[in-house]
């Protein structure tokens, strides 16, 4: 199956300062890439994804980046709000199939 | 639409009983699946749905058993538990096996003493 790597497990900036959150992936075959934010007690909740044929998207102030070469994409968040604490979740998926494949969390937190 | 919606919230058992966890979704979704979450190891795939009356393994389906006589419904059974099962369970759905969004429900948190 796909293994798919998220990188930091936590990460703390200040209001207002970037974040970027970094995921590899294994299997070449995977083409489609979400991410999700997880508030505490809440289920994950789908923010921005990417398919195999862009090469980043952005949807003010998150963008997602793909390098289908290198096998990784990431998340970047611009002017981080104390609202954007969350876990965060990267994942793959197959062009065939129907599994998901989740990265392990990010924890961010946003300091005032 | 109220969503996906998952019951219990919170559960403790013993070892060897046995319980369903209950999902539903009301948005007509074709495809729903059940994951298992733990602390360092990101959200695992137990079992999925494409349909009514079709079921499938996920990366982690030993000691889970599904079913899906409807659409709306995707009920998660643990014939005997065990306390390698504790975790928490979130249900999701997407309009098909195709369609990549996935909506997640609010989780059941379970606890196998």
């Known amino acids: 199956g796909e293994n798919v790597e998220q990188h930091p497990s936590t990460l703390s900036v200040q209001e207002g300062d970037s974040a970027v959150i970094k995921c590899t992936y294994s299997?070449?075959?995977?083409?489609?890439f979400p991410w999700y934010k997880q508030e505490l007690g809440k289920g994950p909740q789908l923010i921005i994804d990417?398919?195999?044929?862009?090469g980043e998207k952005k949807d003010q102030r998150i963008a997602v980046t793909l390098n289908k070469t290198a096998k990784h994409f990431s998340l970047h968040i611009t002017e981080t709000q104390p609202e954007d604490s969350a876990v965060y979740f990267c994942?793959?998926?197959?062009?065939?199939?129907?599994?998901?494949?989740f990265g392990t969390g990010t924890s961010l937190t946003v300091i005032p | 639409n109220a969503g996906v919606t998952q019951t219990p919230k919170f559960q403790v058992l013993k070892t060897g009983q046995s319980m369903t966890l209950q999902c539903a979704q009301d948005?007509?979704?074709?495809?729903m699946s059940w994951y298992r979450q733990d602390p360092g190891m990101g959200l695992r795939l137990i079992h999925y749905?494409?349909?009514?009356?079709?079921?499938d393994q996920g990366e982690v389906p030993n000691g889970y058993n599904v079913s899906r006589s409807t659409t709306e419904d995707f009920p998660l059974r643990l014939l005997s538990a065990a306390p390698s099962q504790t975790s928490v369970y979130f249900c999701?759905?997407?309009?098909?096996?195709?369609?990549?969004?996935?909506?997640f429900g609010p989780g059941t948190r379970l606890t196998v003493t």
């Open positions: 299997d070449s075959a995977s083409n489609y």
């Open positions: 999701a759905s997407s309009l098909s096996s195709g369609n990549n969004e996935q909506y």
């Open positions: 994942a793959g998926r197959k062009n065939t199939g129907n599994q998901f494949y």
């Open positions: 749905s494409v349909g009514a009356g079709i079921t």
């Open positions: 990417i398919r195999s044929n862009v």
């Open positions: 948005m007509n979704h074709e495809y």
